[in-house]
T-cell receptor, first 111, second 115 residues
């Protein structure tokens, strides 16, 4: 059974204080690992898809990396507007577009 | 271009009633998936449709059903509503099931409250 575990559950940072969010996974034949951002009351907003170990992708202050067992979302010099829940999900090779999600990391950035 | 559109955004139903939620995928996308999000269980996969056929189904009771139309629009139905069905129901669309480089986009969701 595919499993995704995100840590920490919640993270409080001061503005400008860089940190990383972790996503550990077990999956039968990884087809893709997805990162989403979700604001309260809204649907998940797509950030990145990673496909193979060693791959990295960046977008503004965010950088996602992938190994064979985990992915990291690095946040450099965060701003208060980066406050949100960050979700990690895996897509298995034999499961169409079904995503298995982790529980998310709730990020709060204080000015 | 327009994103994934879900209607209605908010609704309140009584236990025992049934509800139908609608999803219009991004133009050109033919794969539609549905998820249930609750504070306790997080995001859980309900089912996926492609070319009007159910491709995958999650671990939910038969009260949860869905369908897809020839224009790729999709509906999901929950019959005999229970209090535990209160959740945010999310629709996701993509070009096709499981192909490489296939980005999956979500709508804003439909908030269902069962009283």
């Amino acid at each position: 059974e595919d499993q995704v575990t995100q840590s920490p559950e919640a993270l409080r940072l001061q503005e400008g204080e860089s940190s990383s969010l972790n996503c550990s996974y077990t999956v039968s034949g990884l087809r893709g690992l997805f990162w989403y951002r979700q604001d309260p009351g809204k649907g998940p907003e797509f950030l990145f898809t990673l496909y193979s170990a060693g791959e990295e992708k960046e977008k503004e202050r965010l950088k996602a990396t992938l190994t064979k067992k985990e992915s990291f979302l690095h946040i450099t010099a965060p701003k208060p507007e980066d406050s949100a829940t960050y979700l990690c999900a895996v897509q298995a090779g034999n499961a169409g577009n079904m995503l298995t999600f982790g529980g998310g990391t709730r990020l709060m950035v204080k000015p | 271009k327009a994103g994934v559109t879900q209607t209605p955004r908010y609704l309140i139903k009584t236990r025992g009633q049934q509800v139908t939620l609608s999803c219009s995928p991004i133009s050109g996308h033919r794969s539609v998936s549905w998820y249930q999000q609750t504070p306790g269980q997080g995001l859980q996969f309900l089912f996926e449709y492609f070319s009007e056929t159910q491709r995958n189904k999650g671990n939910f009771p038969g009260r949860f059903s869905g369908r897809q139309f020839s224009n790729s629009r999709s509906e999901m139905n929950v019959s005999t509503l229970e209090l535990g069905d209160s959740a945010l129901y999310l629709c996701a669309s993509s070009l096709s099931p499981g192909s490489g480089g296939n980005t999956i986009y979500f709508g804003e969701g439909s908030w269902l409250t069962v009283v």
